[in-house]
């Protein structure tokens, strides 16, 4: 990874989450007409959250959700369009896998969009079941041993 990047947990509420939460919304929200909601920013109260900086520049991240028997969920992970296909986003996904592990996890499960599969099953994620609809767009299951 390029040295001028750092990858760090962000504090809920902080104005570094609101800098993500601004990512996601343009990477993630946006394109398909939705929205940031008061109801998204009291849920994720519950999640890690984790930024990813090319000097002081935003460029990419993405948010665990701890689940029940050793499962955690990574959830909207974002790389901002002009720094897309440099190698951060696999970064983030090496990052949650490291994090995750030592923090006793064993698996990460995932909703993949249909256009991110091939991306998470390089990084050696596996379809589960069958794919569905989910913010008005197909989505696969995805998970990971870790
Ligand atoms: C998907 C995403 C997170 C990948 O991040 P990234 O930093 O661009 O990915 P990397 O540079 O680490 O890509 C590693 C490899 O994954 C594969 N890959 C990445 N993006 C891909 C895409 N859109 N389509 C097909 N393969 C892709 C390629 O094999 C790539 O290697 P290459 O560039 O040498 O060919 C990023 O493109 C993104 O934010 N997309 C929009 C939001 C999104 O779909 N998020 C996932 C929601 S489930």
């Known amino acids: 990874m390029d040295e001028r990047r750092a990858i760090r947990e962000v504090p809920h509420g902080s104005p570094e989450y609101w800098q993500t939460a601004d990512l996601r919304n343009s990477v993630l929200r946006k394109p398909i007409g ?45 790389v901002s369009p002009e720094s897309q296909r440099r190698g951060i986003g696999t970064a983030l996904v090496s990052y949650a896998e490291q994090w995750a592990r030592q923090a006793g996890f ?6 993949a969009r249909e256009t991110a599969v091939s991306f998470y099953e390089t990084l050696g994620y596996s379809r589960v079941g069958e794919q569905f609809e989910e913010v008005t767009i197909t989505h696969w299951v995805m998970e990971k041993d870790l």
């Open 106 to 111: 064993r698996r990460i499960v995932l909703h």
């Open 34 to 78: 939705l929205h940031f909601s008061p109801e998204d920013v009291e849920a994720e109260k519950r999640y890690h959250h984790f930024a990813c900086y090319a000097g002081e520049k935003l460029v990419g991240c993405f948010m665990l959700d701890p689940l029940e028997h050793g499962d955690i969920r990574m959830r909207q992970l974002a």
